[in-house]
């Protein structure tokens, strides 16, 4: 069950319409989920600095239950780093990408508990 949160200095305006849905796409792919399994949040427009400048960048944080793979999350991390530069034509050294392993017993929808325990 993956979460994505993507944090940029792209101001709302400049974010294509579609974006959100476009990014779950991109991520459900390389890690072999349907797409209604993977949650997206975006935060636009908010202050960042990298490289000691404020030019447009993007940090893209991808939490889910493992990240066993190497070679899939080459693929997935390339896809992401892809996406954000097509669609907000950021330089890939500003586009940063996160992957985070969640305890399956911490994720819960409702009142059910992911590693069903």
Request: glycine share 6%; with cysteine.
């Amino acid at each position: 069950m993956p979460f994505v949160t993507v944090t940029t200095n792209v101001s709302k305006e400049r974010i294509p319409d579609g974006f959100v849905n476009e990014l779950t796409e991109v991520v459900a792919k390389p890690m072999g989920k349907p797409i209604e399994y993977v949650w997206v949040v975006l935060h636009a427009g908010v202050g960042m600095c990298r490289y000691a400048t404020n030019d447009p960048g993007a940090i893209v944080e991808i939490r889910a239950e493992q990240f066993d793979d190497k070679e899939k999350n080459r693929e997935l991390m390339k896809a992401v780093t892809e996406f954000m530069f097509n669609q907000l034509k950021l330089e890939p050294k500003r586009i940063s990408t996160i992957l985070t392993v969640i305890d399956p017993e911490k994720i819960c929808f409702g009142d059910d508990i992911l590693s069903g325990k």
